[in-house]
Nanobody, 114 residues
């Protein structure tokens, strides 16, 4: 499985952005797809994920502001609204197959200016 992230960039506080993660390869082996983020000097943390059955999971700090969705087996989107400067981070696309093997895409920088 290969993952490629699109989107990101610079946005003002209060603004919105949408990230796309496009999967290729053995896409029908994918169970969970999600987004993690890593800010400078901090550990990588889960933002949100979604199972193949459509069950979603969100970190408390994005509930009500971010929405994860999935398009068939291969694309996942992260719609972000009401962005805050503390949302600034490199966002990474992630996937796990049904055997529990994890895959990572390249990161995409999201910068929220105050």
């Amino acid at each position: 499985v290969q993952l490629q992230a699109f989107g990101g960039g610079l946005v003002q506080a209060g603004g919105s952005q949408r990230l796309l993660c496009a999967a290729s390869g053995s896409i029908f082996s994918i169970n969970v797809m999600g987004w993690y983020r890593q800010a400078p000097g901090k550990q990588r943390e889960l933002v949100a994920d979604i199972t193949s059955g459509g069950k979603t999971n969100y970190a408390d700090f994005v509930k009500g502001r971010f929405t994860i969705s999935r398009d068939h087996a291969k694309n996942t989107y992260l719609q972000m609204i009401s962005l805050k400067p503390e949302d600034t981070a490199v966002y990474y696309c992630n996937a796990y197959n049904f055997a529990g093997t994890g895959y990572w895409g390249q990161g995409t920088q999201v910068t929220v200016s105050s």
